[in-house]
C-alpha cells in the first residue's frame, strides 16, 4: 500500500525547471497512487510536453510523445468538485471516461468546461513561472493541424517524490504491471484507450463522441483517396480501349480506302493517283496501278488471241472453198 504524508508532494524536473506538485489524496486517491508510482518506476523520464496550448494546457506524459500512448492499462475515473483552475493536474483521457493511461495535464487557464469530466489529482504550488514558459514556447502543427506540437522539445527528466512511502508488495506489484505497461505503451497497446490528445479543444465543452478527430478518421480519408485513384484507373483504361478501337477502325478504314484506290487505277489508267498519306498506301496503289496494266496486256493478248483465231478459221475456210 502507498502512504502519503500531509506534505506529499512531486518534483518534475523538466528541461526548463522544476515544476513542484501538491497531491490531492483525498479526492482521487487511486489517481495519486497510479501516478506515483509510474513515477517511481522511472516511467516519465525522459518524456515530453507534446501539446501546448497558452491560456489552457500544457500536456505530457506519452510514451510515443504525440498523445496515442499509454502505459498498457487504463485507470476508472474519479471525477471530483476540484475546479480546473490556473495550476490544477488532471488526468487525460480519451473518448471512454475511463480511460486515463499516463497522461496528464497543467491547466494554464481557467477551464471551467473541464470540471468534472477529467480527474484532477493534484495542483501546482510553485513553479508556476516556469509552466508559464512552458505554455510560451513556440509550436507547429499536430497531425489534428492542432497548432499544439513545440518545435523544440520540452523534457521531463525526471521526478522526485517526497513524502510518499512505498510497502515491498506494493513495489513488487507496481514493477511487474509497469513493465508490461512499458512495452505496450511503446508498441501501441495504449494508444486506443488513451486517445489521440484526451484534453478537449479550448474554449468549447467535450463533444460527446471524442474532444479530437481520432485515427479512424484518417484511415478513411486514405482509403477514399485509393478508391478515387482506381476510379481514375479503370476511366483510363477504358478511354484506351475506346481509342484503340477508334484507332482499329481508323486502320480497317484506311485499308478499305487502299483496296478501292487499287480498283480505281485498273478501272482508269490514265487518273493521276493522289499524293501518298503513308507508305502502306503508296505499295497498295503501285500495286493497283501494277494489277491495271497487266489487265491491260491480258486483255491484248486475248484479243491477239481472238483475231488469230478468226483469220485462221478464214484461212481455213477460205482453204476449203478454194480446194472444192
Known sequence: MTTFSPESRAVLKTSMGDITIAFLVDKAPRTCEHFVRLARQGFYDGLTFHRVIKDF??????????????PGFTLRAEFNDTPHVRGV?????????????????????????????????????????VVDKLASVPVGEN??????????????????LEGVEFDANDLAAGTATAGGGAGAGAGGGAAAA?????????GAPPAAGGEEPDDDEEGDEGEDDGGAETEAEEARGEAGSETGGAEGESERGDSERDEGDGEGKSATEGTEAPAPREAGRTRSAGGAKNGGNGARRGGRRRRSRRGRGTAGGGGAGGGGAAGG
Do not use: W
Not at 487525460?92 to 486515463?100: E, F, I, K, L, N
Open 89 to 129: 493536474v488532471s488526468m487525460a483521457r480519451g473518448t471512454d471516461p475511463h480511460s486515463a493511461g499516463s497522461q496528464f495535464f497543467i491547466v494554464h487557464g481557467d477551464a471551467p468546461y473541464l470540471d468534472s469530466r477529467y480527474t484532477a489529482f493534484a495542483k501546482v504550488v510553485e513553479g508556476l513561472d
Open 143 to 160: 497531425r489534428f493541424r492542432e497548432l499544439s506540437t513545440p518545435r523544440d522539445p520540452v523534457f521531463i527528466n525526471r521526478i522526485v
Open 57 to 70: 494546457i500544457v500536456q505530457g506524459g506519452c510514451p510515443r510523445g504525440d498523445g496515442s500512448g499509454g
Open 194 to 202: 488513451e486517445g489521440p490528445g484526451a484534453a478537449p479543444q479550448m
